[in-house]
């Protein structure tokens, strides 16, 4: 779902990945972070996807929120798990949000 | 592949979207976008990902580029049927890159 976020500005923490071919806890990892950003304070909301690349974007009232995230006892093993088992490559990029505009045919 | 941006600053564009079942002429078009957003100017590359949800992040050297791109004719084409026949909903969101790291295994 697209992720429904407050009027700009606001942050989104862009993470890029590349996964190798064994992924083994993987999976429950990911939910379990998935779970545990809900219950971060400052977290807006977040999308994700993935085909041979996969995105994951995560939307934060502040720059401070996401360094409070960064730090989260189980998010820091989780990021040391990424780099020593399931990550080929990936990049983290932290932007402002400046502006946003979108359609919905209401359909839903 | 995760794409390969200079040091930040530099801008974002978050193209998240949810597509209907009838995704007639969708990929040509697609392609069609993926060539010419490549020969535009100020573009820095792209990173693309769908499940049930498409994340496409073009990266940009400045926010006159991306005001280009959206203009450029063929382009407006293409969001005017995304609009009309492929997309159930979208949102774009324009962002400034303010930082960003990395990983790479160095294995590929």
Chains 1, 2 share one sequence.
Not at 37 to 61: M, N
Not at 95 to 101: G, I, M, N, P, T
């Amino acid at each position: 779902m697209i992720a429904t976020t407050p009027k700009p500005p606001y942050y989104a923490v862009i993470f890029s990945s590349e996964v190798n071919q064994e992924l083994e806890g993987y999976k429950e990892m990911s939910q379990q972070m998935v779970d545990l950003v809900k219950t971060q304070p400052g977290y807006l909301g977040h999308e994700s996807a993935r085909e041979e690349l996969g995105i994951t974007v995560s939307y934060w009232d502040s720059l401070d929120s996401i360094k409070k995230w960064k730090a989260v006892s189980e998010h820091l093993q989780a990021q040391k798990f990424g780099r020593e088992k399931w990550y080929r490559a990936y990049k983290t990029r932290i932007c402002l949000v400046e502006r946003d505009y979108g359609f919905d045919s209401g359909l839903f």
